[in-house]
């Protein structure tokens, strides 16, 4: 069992660049897949990106491929969710969630049972 918080979201312009972390309380953190997810105003939960136990596999929204990447450091009980290229359509409050299912990278909201509380990322035109 683990609890998430996210931070580094903010306030930035078109095409700059942001990196986004989620930091684990909780020893059983590399046991757990991890995802981020992303909601904007008005909008339903989306799949943003996912990455496996160990960072051997990832998974990506085609919307974000190419411009960002998932990565986890277990010694340190944090994903990263690197965001370059910045639009103004990835304006949204993004989330981390966690599974103890380890070895699947899923895009299901449903796989999860461990939600962060979520960091704003606005980006101006």
């Known amino acids: 069992q683990v609890q998430l918080v996210e931070s580094g979201g903010g306030l930035v312009q078109a095409g700059d660049s942001l990196r986004l972390s989620c930091a684990a309380s909780?020893?059983?953190?590399?046991?757990?897949?991890m995802g981020w997810f992303r909601q904007a105003p008005g909008k339903e939960r989306e799949f943003v990106a996912a990455?496996?136990?160990?960072?051997?596999?990832?998974n990506y929204a085609d919307s974000v491929k190419g411009r960002f990447t998932i990565s986890r450091d277990n010694a340190k009980n944090t994903v990263y969710l690197q965001m370059n290229s910045l639009k103004p359509e990835d304006t949204a409050v993004y989330y981390c969630?966690?599974?103890?299912?380890?070895?699947?990278?899923?895009?299901?909201?449903?796989?999860?049972?461990?939600w962060g509380q979520g960091t704003q990322v606005t980006v101006s035109s």
């Open positions: 909780g020893r059983t953190f590399s046991s757990y897949a």
């Open positions: 969630a966690g599974s103890p299912v380890r070895g699947l990278a899923s895009a299901s909201t449903q796989f999860y049972n461990t």
């Open positions: 990455i496996t136990w160990s960072g051997s596999n990832t």
